[in-house]
Structures are given as structure tokens and as C-alpha cells.
T-cell receptor
Framework: KAGVTQTPRYLIKTRGQQVTLSCSPI?????VSWYQQTPGQGLQFLFE???????NKGNFPGRFSGRQFSNSRSEMNVSTLELGDSALYLC?????????????FGDGTRLSIL | QKEVEQDPGPLSVPEGAIVSLNCTYS??????FMWYRQYSRKGPELLMY????GNKEDGRFTAQVDKSSKYISLFIRDSQPSDSATYLC???????????????FGKGTLLTVNP
């Protein structure tokens, strides 16, 4: 069974640009969550999608947005990029997002802002 | 005060040693506890998942939860060089209804097991 797939693996952007990251969950998984990982703050929750609807949101500015498609694939968009957005962005999937279902992570997209 | 505190290390041990990794938390609403292992340039991989206080064992790994002290531990017996990674504790504070949860992570402890 294929795991969570994130593309691209690496991305370099400049300040002010926008970026879109993609996540394909494990087959059959309908809940997709996004996290930002930095050395200073660790792993922080961005948002969670289920059935094309955002169900849960972390404490990030509105520049961070996402969406989910009918096949459960998800995209995350960051607009007006800032230097502090440099991070590893991780996607995780679970069957339906219930508390008794562990989340499985992809290997992330490493975003560098110049 | 951060919700979840974890000593970042680094922790360096000889092969075969018993490793103890710990996290403390401040929010008594956390109900589910996990340990993830993250190798360099990889995503976190779930190792252990527990709900109740007490111990849970899986091979060389034992997870311990003490809700009264708000303290969780992961023990690794007979540690191997392949155990060298960052270990992250994570907790769930779920809303009523059993869904819509998010993971709150510790910052991770970097472990090196030397051959």
C-alpha cells in the first residue's frame, strides 16, 4: 500500500511569491492534515480537511490556505511568502480523522525562501 | 508555559543501552498520547499510541503514561544504531464527538546510538 505522497520534495522561492504544495493521502484515507516543522517551533498544526471541508484550523495567518478535492488529494497554498515561512511542510492522512485513528505522515516538502 | 515540553537533547548512548525519552504536558485535557520517530529527511513515523495511564509494550519499545503527573515516557531496550533519529511525543486534545482533532507535538529529542 502506497504511503502519503508529497510533491515537490524541495522548493525554492523568493519573498512575495506564492507557492502550492500537493499531498496525496493513503488510498482510502479521507482526512488530511497539514503541519509546519521548523527548528525553533517544532511541528505545528496548520489545518485539517475531510470531505473537501476544512474542519479544524491552527493559529496561522490567512496567507496559509488549503483545499481538498473529491479524491481526497489536498493542496496547501501560501501567498506573499516571508523569510519565516522557510520550513518543512508535512502532510498526514487518516481514515476519517477520528481520535482512535493514527495519522500517517509523508516525507514533506522542504520550502526555502530567499 | 508551552503545552508540551520535551528535552531536545542531543542524547548519545552506546549500542545496547536502555534509552529513556520523556515529555511533560500542562493541559489535563490531553487524552491520547503518541511517540513518533523521524529520521533525517523523512516524515514522522508512528511508533506507539496509547490512551490510558500505564505501560504499553511493542518489541523493544515501551510507552508509559502517568496522567496524574502529566508525564509520558518512551523506553528503548537494547538500543541499536538504526534507532538513531529524532523522537517526537505528540498528544491529542480532542473536541467532543470524537473527531476534529489535532496533534500537539513536543519539539523532539535527537538520539544517537553509537556502535
Amino acid at each position: 500500500k502506497a504511503g502519503v505522497t508529497q510533491t515537490p520534495r524541495y522548493l525554492i522561492k523568493t519573498r512575495g511569491q506564492q507557492v502550492t504544495l500537493s499531498c496525496s493521502p493513503i488510498s482510502g484515507h479521507r482526512s488530511v492534515s497539514w503541519y509546519q516543522q521548523t527548528p525553533g517551533q517544532g511541528l505545528q498544526f496548520l489545518f485539517e480537511y475531510f470531505s473537501e471541508t476544512q474542519r479544524n484550523k491552527g493559529n496561522f495567518p490567512g496567507r496559509f490556505s488549503g483545499r481538498q478535492f473529491s479524491n481526497s488529494r489536498s493542496e496547501m497554498n501560501v501567498s506573499t511568502l516571508e523569510l519565516g515561512d522557510s520550513a518543512l511542510y508535512l502532510c498526514a492522512s487518516s481514515l476519517t480523522g477520528q481520535v482512535n485513528q493514527p495519522q500517517h505522515f509523508g516525507d514533506g516538502t522542504r520550502l526555502s525562501i530567499l | 508555559q508551552k503545552e508540551v515540553e520535551q528535552d531536545p537533547g542531543p542524547l548519545s548512548v552506546p549500542e545496547g543501552a536502555i534509552v529513556s525519552l520523556n515529555c511533560t504536558y500542562s493541559n489535563s485535557a490531553f487524552q491520547y498520547f503518541m511517540w513518533y520517530r523521524q529520521y533525517s529527511r523523512k516524515g514522522p513515523e508512528l511508533l506507539m499510541y496509547t490512551y490510558s495511564s500505564g505501560n504499553k509494550e511493542d518489541g523493544r519499545f515501551t510507552a508509559q503514561v502517568d496522567k496524574s503527573s502529566k508525564y509520558i515516557s518512551l523506553f528503548i531496550r537494547d538500543s541499536q544504531p538504526s534507532d538513531s533519529a529524532t523522537y517526537l511525543c505528540a498528544m491529542i486534545h480532542h473536541n467532543s464527538g470524537g473527531s476534529n482533532y489535532k496533534l500537539t507535538f513536543g519539539k523532539g529529542t535527537l538520539l544517537t546510538v553509537n556502535p
